[in-house]
T-cell receptor, first 113, second 116 residues
């Protein structure tokens, strides 16, 4: 599984856009990029997944450059409730025997009033 | 669906005692995962099952840990004997594997284990 590197923490203010960049220099051809969010005292929750270019859903956008060696999770107009730890995962989710999610340290995002 | 259900939510036990954590995956899911989370080591995958069969238990710390999945709707993680360093939050997650693809994983609320 490809190793990922992301900032340990980020501070932001309500209404701002938060961008978290994840580095994955040794990403493989079959690897997808997946982001999970974890609130305090809860289990992680899937946010978004992509392979290349841009993916957008109701929660976030994921930008992936052509070389795929990094990706950026973008949270538009954050609120206090977006305070959480955000994990970037890279791996081949197309497996016959199930997906083994390997979590790194994550980025702790603190949204201030 | 109620999601992945774990019990108990909190468990406090004395060192040397047996501890059993329980998990009910989402109905229809055929992959199940047990994770452990601590401040020092983050989220660690302990074991995962596919169609009730343990596929990879390389993350299980030692022989004191064992996991079973007797049927598609129930799994247990047992620690015997427990030690203070086992104190952590234990998460269970499930997903659906179809052909060679997997859906996202859905996590339970976790069991906070404290061994004193």
């Amino acid at each position: 599984l490809a190793k990922t590197t992301q900032p340990i923490s980020m501070d932001s203010y309500e209404g701002q856009e938060v961008n978290i960049t994840c580095s994955h220099n040794n990403i493989a051809t079959n690897d997808y990029i997946t982001w999970y969010q974890q609130f305090p005292s809860q289990g992680p929750r899937f946010i978004i997944q992509g392979y290349k270019t841009k993916v957008t859903n109701e929660v976030a956008s994921l930008f992936i450059p052509a070389d795929r060696k990094s990706s950026t999770l973008s949270l538009p107009r954050v609120s206090l409730s977006d305070t959480a730890v955000y994990y970037c995962l890279v791996g081949d989710v197309i497996k016959a025997a199930g997906n083994k999610l390997t979590f790194g340290g994550g980025t702790r995002v603190l949204v201030k009033p | 669906d109620a999601g992945v259900i774990q019990s108990p939510r909190h468990e406090v036990t004395e060192m040397g005692q047996e501890v059993t954590l329980r998990c009910k995956p989402i109905s229809g899911h055929n992959s199940l995962f047990w994770y452990r989370q601590t401040m020092m080591r983050g989220l660690e995958l302990l074991i995962y099952f596919n169609n009730n069969v343990p596929i990879d238990d390389s993350g299980m710390p030692e022989d004191r840990f064992s996991a079973k999945m007797p049927n598609a709707s129930f799994s247990t993680l047992k620690i015997q004997p427990s030690e203070p360093r086992d104190s952590a939050v234990y998460f269970c997650a499930s997903s659906f594997t179809f052909g060679e693809a997997d859906t996202e994983a859905f996590f339970g609320q976790g069991t906070r284990l404290t061994v004193v």
